[in-house]
């Protein structure tokens, strides 16, 4: 204001202001009480706000806690009460760390930090809890304002997820020892997508095993490699796939990326793959065990096939008991015992030892040595009969259980034709000194007795000649001695024909045969009936000999035995073969006759003509004569 303004003025001026201020004054007073009512309503208003808050805070599902800057709890969420295990308490007014006197000081760290002005939140935060162990919070915090600004404290909001975080490491965890399961499990794992059938992985054993690179089947349909499997895999993983059912212990078989066979026992089950149908398969791998087991069967066909095919005898029976376990074909056929009678019984049981002591023996023997070699025992059969074996025990380990195993040989058969043959030779021998003897007593008898005829002839002469004038007896008795001479020439003649038939020299095999019969015929009357197609024979002087003494002891049977009436003779020839049938028409010879051991001349007949080569066959039928062929081949 200035000081040159007037007094009316300056009184109007006063009134006025006066007024002004009157009127100010009352405009200050409404203000003012127009404040004091708006701040009663703003009163009233932050009442009801803070009351709800409060309400709000209290039954908030979540943990919140609201503090003032000396982290003084102002307000409290019911549920982080129970959270923290501080239910029925009242924490207002009170320090958070009083409260929770261990608090980390990472964390008040934070509070510091946000009472002046950060907001900060933690997705997973470890902290102990009040009985000691870890748990897990998530939590957030801001500082709250009062209404000029300034921080009056913090809002913490927390959520324990202790519970999340433990499944979801167990879950972490099974994962992580699938992982490892997975890889460090010698058997072969792998997952396969059912949809298309795609691998989505396999393991360390799988690509070891297999030999194939992970990207060569990784991500590719399983079918990928159907070139190396068993057909019936690849039908079987058509199967499995599209009946989707868990398979257990099936057989796979495939061959590995260098040609080796695989064999896998293997079980898969279907799992869930982030929402996508899997196979999981593990896999054994059994190709050693299988191979080692086929080998065996294989071993133990070809073993059954050499045991039961075997034409030697043979069983198997425990040494324990003796029964038997095993008898082959060669057995059953021999002793005539089926294979129920005998597997599970004893010899001694089906009585097949005639002689106790032998078996005795070679028990014995078995027990100091491991085998038993060509041992000599007899063997009874089921129709009683008694058979010779030439028989060898071993001992053989079958699961664990010591066994025998017995090999016989029938030789029955070979001792008697053993017999037989010892037989013929003593007869041989015999024959032989019966002709010495024989022979020795003609020249004694008949050249001896000539001889000393012609010595006593010619010193008679000599006396006569000393003395005689008339010579006639002289020449008598020189004619005599002629005679005499002659008929022993002729002794002579006939002994050394008997001793090898000279005929055959002479004539040669066909003309001495036919002189042979004829001889026969005047001999015995029986009617020779001769038939002949053969002119000239390429035969040894052996085969010749052979054919022609076979003949002499045909006809000496004949003669002996067959009371026949006529003799049919034929000589043919083919072409390589000479032949020679002589066939009569007597009481004929029976089986027995023609198979017994004991018919040496028949034995010896064929053995004459074994050793140059040839056969003789000989047939016969009771009542209808008997017939012997004898077969030589022709010298080349
Ligand atoms: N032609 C035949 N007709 C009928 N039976 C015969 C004939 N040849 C042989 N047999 C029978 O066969 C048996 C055996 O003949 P084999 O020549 O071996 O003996 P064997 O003539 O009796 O005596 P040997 O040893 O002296 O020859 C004879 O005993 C006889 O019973
Ligand atoms: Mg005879």
Redesign the pocket.
């Known amino acids: 204001m200035s000081p040159g303004m007037g007094m009316k003025r300056i009184s109007s001026i006063a009134a006025q202001s006066k007024l002004t201020t009157e009127l100010s004054r009352l405009q200050e007073l409404n203000r003012l009480k127009a404040a004091a009512e708006e701040r009663k309503r703003v009163e009233e208003a932050v009442k009801t706000n803070e009351a709800l808050l409060r309400l709000f805070i209290k039954h908030t599902p979540a943990a919140i806690a609201m503090f003032d800057t000396n982290m003084r709890y102002l307000q409290v969420s019911d549920r982080f009460l129970t959270d923290y295990d501080l239910e029925g308490q009242d924490l207002i007014g009170k320090s958070h760390y009083v409260v929770f006197p261990h608090l980390p000081d990472r964390w008040k760290e934070v509070h510091r930090r946000i009472l002046t002005g950060a907001v900060e939140r933690c997705e997973e935060d470890p902290y102990t809890t009040s009985d000691g162990s870890t748990g897990w919070l998530q939590w957030e915090s801001l500082p709250w304002r009062k209404g000029n600004g300034e921080i009056g404290g913090l809002i913490l909001f927390t959520q324990v997820i202790t519970g999340r975080k433990r499944s979801e490491e167990a879950l972490r965890a099974s994962e992580e020892r699938f992982a490892k399961i997975f890889n460090l499990t010698p058997f072969r794992m792998g997952i396969l997508r059912i949809r298309d059938g795609v691998v989505l992985e396999v393991n360390d054993a799988w690509i070891r095993d297999t030999g194939f690179a992970r990207d060569e089947i990784i991500n590719q349909p399983i079918f990928t490699l159907s070139s190396v499997m068993a057909d019936s895999l690849v039908e079987q993983l058509h199967q499995v796939l599209t009946t989707q059912n868990p398979a257990l212990d099936l057989e796979v078989r495939f061959k590995s990326k260098d040609g080796r066979e695989v064999i896998a026992n293997t079980s898969a089950v279907i799992i869930d793959l982030d929402g996508e149908p899997c196979y999981l398969w593990a896999a054994n791998d059994i190709t050693e065990r299988k191979h080692a087991e086929e080998a065996l069967r294989a071993s133990e066909s070809r073993f059954s096939i050499a045991f039961n095919s075997n034409p030697m005898l043979a069983t198997i029976s425990m040494l324990e008991g003796g029964r038997f376990l095993a008898v082959n074909d060669s057995f059953i056929s021999l002793t005539g015992y089926s294979r129920a009678e005998a597997v599970g019984h004893t010899a001694l049981e089906l009585n097949l030892w005639p002689n106790p002591e032998v078996r005795r023996k070679v028990m014995e023997k078995l027990k100091r040595e491991k085998r038993v070699r060509d041992f000599e025992a007899g063997i009874r059969l089921k129709n009683g009969e008694e058979r010779m074996l030439l028989l060898s025990v071993e001992k053989i380990e079958l699961d664990g259980q010591v066994c025998l195993l017995h090999v016989a040989n029938d030789v029955t058969l070979r001792n008697r034709a053993e017999e037989a043959l010892r037989a013929l030779s003593a007869r041989l021998r015999s024959a032989r000194e019966e002709e010495g003897t024989r022979i020795a007593r003609e020249i004694h008898d008949e050249l001896g007795g000539a001889l000393t005829g012609l010595k006593w002839d010619l010193e008679r002469i000599n006396t006569m000649l000393a003395t005689a004038t008339d010579f006639s007896d002289v020449h008598k008795r020189i004619d005599s001695m002629t005679t005499t001479i002659e008929a022993t020439i002729n002794t002579v003649r006939r002994i050394a024909s008997e001793l090898r038939p000279g005929v055959l020299d002479d004539l040669g095999l066909v003309a001495a045969i036919e002189w042979q019969v004829q001889q026969f015929q005047a001999r015995t009357g029986l009617k020779c009936h001769w038939t002949n197609t053969v002119n000239e024979l390429e035969l040894d002087r052996e085969k010749a000999t052979a054919v022609f003494r076979i003949l002499q002891e045909i006809l000496t049977?004949?003669l002996?035995?067959?009371q026949a009436a006529n003799l049919y003779v034929k000589l043919s020839r083919t072409k390589h073969h000479f032949e020679l049938e002589v066939k009569?028409d007597?009481?004929?010879?029976t089986r027995n006759?023609r198979m017994n051991s004991r018919?040496?001349?028949?034995?010896g007949m064929k053995e004459r003509a074994l050793l140059v080569g040839g056969e003789v066959r000989i047939t016969?039928k009771e009542g209808h004569g008997?017939t012997v062929l004898v077969r030589v081949a022709l010298s080349a």
């Not at 007597?586 to 010879?589: D, M, Q, T, V």
């Not at 018919?599 to 034995?603: A, E, F, T």
């Open positions: 049977n004949v002996r035995h067959a009569d007597g009481r004929g010879i006759q018919s040496l001349g028949l034995l016969g008997t």
